[in-house]
């Protein structure tokens, strides 16, 4: 059991590139979600998920784009990298049921230059 | 809106000494609230919830409704509590929709 896995844990991009970070959980959580960490700003939710087929904005959610055709991936999607997202990426899954905790992935550290 | 404020980035304590990490939110509902812990090289992960009144690893946390106050508390610092502390609100977005506050990084001084 991984629990939640992030790929990769390290990208360097330049302006205006697109790359996907992936998320992958084994744990058959309904709800997965993307948050984004920064210093002094705590953690800022992205994108989420509430299951196959079915995903909304969050609170950050310009520059991003996410589908989840499968329970188990919840790729985010980033359409033309900035500098203003260079940023730590958290995924996170969960029960749907209330006060269920997240389970958050190691994370993936972005530098866009 | 929903707002969750941690005062302290920083804090810093001897061994054996008191700790208070504050938390203080903004919310018109009834909310959830959360603490999360991160230790070096670890994932994030939850400590406690108030809805569960529980104590885990010697930490207590209260919900004070009049006060709109989560402080997270612990009576007796250890080296090993030295972590980043996220305190995290659920509201009318269901409970997997949390807002975390900055966060607070907690030093515990041998």
């Known amino acids: 059991n991984a629990g939640v896995t992030q790929t990769p844990k390290f990208q360097v991009l330049k302006t205006g590139q697109s790359m996907t970070l992936q998320c992958a959980q084994d744990m058959n959580h309904e709800y997965m979600s993307w948050y984004r960490q920064d210093p002094g700003m705590g953690l800022r939710l992205i994108h989420y998920?509430?299951?196959?087929?079915?995903?909304d904005q969050g609170e950050v959610p310009n520059g991003y784009n996410v589908s989840r055709s499968t329970t188990e991936d919840f790729p985010l999607r980033l359409l033309s990298a900035a500098p203003s997202q260079t940023s730590v990426y958290f995924c996170?899954?969960?029960?749907?049921?209330?006060?269920?905790?997240?389970?958050f992935g190691n994370g993936t550290r972005l530098t866009v230059t | 809106a929903q707002r969750v404020t941690q005062p302290e980035k920083l804090l810093s304590v001897f061994k054996g000494a008191p700790v208070e990490l504050k938390c203080n939110y903004s919310y018109s509902g009834s909310p959830e609230l959360f603490w999360y812990v991160q230790y070096s090289r670890q994932r994030l992960q939850l400590l406690l919830r108030h809805i569960s009144r529980e104590s885990i690893k010697g930490f207590t946390a209260d919900l004070n409704k009049g006060e709109t106050s989560f402080h997270l508390k612990k009576p007796f610092a250890q080296e090993e509590d030295s972590a980043m502390y996220y305190c995290?609100?659920?509201?009318?977005?269901?409970?997997?929709?949390?807002?975390f506050g900055q966060g607070t990084r907690l030093t515990i001084n041998p």
């Open positions: 995290a609100l659920s509201g009318d977005q269901g409970a997997q929709k949390l807002v």
């Open positions: 996170a899954s969960s029960y749907s049921q209330a006060n269920s905790p997240l389970h």
């Open positions: 998920s509430v299951g196959a087929g079915i995903t």
